[in-house]
């Protein structure tokens, strides 16, 4: 069964800074989907990025990019220029993209508590 | 384009009492998640559904909890009778459902306490 692992419960980054958020995971598949979302206080949880395991290139969305190490099984998100509203829950999750092992099944990490100090 | 919708958004109930959260998807999606998400940690499956078929409930609690899809739309979780410990917030999502990793649309979330 695949397992997704966020070994750093809380971050704090002064505004306008660079942050990495860590996440790694376990699985026998080769083609499979990472997903990063956010979830503010109190509000609902949003995609914040996606990576698709046979892509050798990074994804990146604006400030928001990852470093994806096929081999290595990490995929890390790095968000550049920290604003206020990054504070948020970030939680890295898994996909399966093969059919035949119910592939619409996504795993998530516990997550991590991210702080912006002004 | 409407999100996911789910209500209540909060409920309050004594132990032992039925509750029922209601979810309807952005339309078009045609695979509905229940999620359980507890403080402080990341959501976890209840059950998965591709049109009217449940195709994923190994961690749903079919002693107490029961979900339904009636014509592949909306959704209605239901837990019979509630405990102490099944206080947590309720998660809905939705998908297309197809292989090209689209991601999930989460709705709002409804925020149980058992009293």
């Known amino acids: 069964a695949q397992t997704v692992t966020q070994s750093q419960p809380e971050m704090s980054v002064q505004e306008a800074e660079t942050v990495t958020l860590s996440c790694t995971y376990d699985?026998?598949?080769?083609?499979?989907?990472l997903f990063w979302y956010k979830q503010p206080p109190s509000r609902q949880m949003i995609l914040v990025i996606r990576?698709?395991?046979?892509?050798?290139q990074n994804a990146t969305e604006n400030r928001f990019s990852v470093n994806f190490q096929k081999a290595a099984k990490s995929f890390s998100l790095k968000i550049s220029d920290s604003q206020l509203g990054d504070a948020a829950m970030y939680f890295c999750?898994?996909?399966?993209?093969?059919?035949?092992?119910?592939?619409?099944?996504?795993?998530f990490g516990p997550g991590t508590s991210l702080s912006v100090i002004p | 384009e409407a999100g996911v919708v789910q209500s209540p958004r909060y409920k309050i109930i004594e132990k032992k009492q039925p509750v029922a959260f209601w979810c309807n998807p952005i339309?078009?999606?045609?695979?509905l998640y229940w999620y359980l998400q507890n403080l402080g940690q990341g959501p976890e499956l209840l059950i998965r559904?591709?049109?009217?078929?449940?195709?994923?409930d190994s961690q749903l609690p079919k002693d107490r909890f029961s979900a339904e899809r009636l014509k592949g739309v909306d959704s209605t979780l239901k837990i019979q009778p509630a405990e102490l410990g099944d206080s947590a917030v309720y998660l809905c999502?939705?998908?297309?459902?197809?292989?090209?990793?689209?991601?999930?649309?989460f709705g709002p979330g409804t925020r149980l306490t058992v009293l």
């Open positions: 559904y591709e049109n009217e078929e449940a195709v994923d």
């Open positions: 999502a939705s998908s297309r459902g197809n292989s090209e990793g689209e991601g999930q649309f």
């Open positions: 339309s078009g999606h045609n695979t």
């Open positions: 990576q698709e395991a046979y892509k050798q």
């Open positions: 699985t026998s598949e080769s083609d499979y989907y």
């Open positions: 999750a898994y996909r399966s993209s093969a059919r035949w092992t119910s592939y619409d099944k996504v795993i």
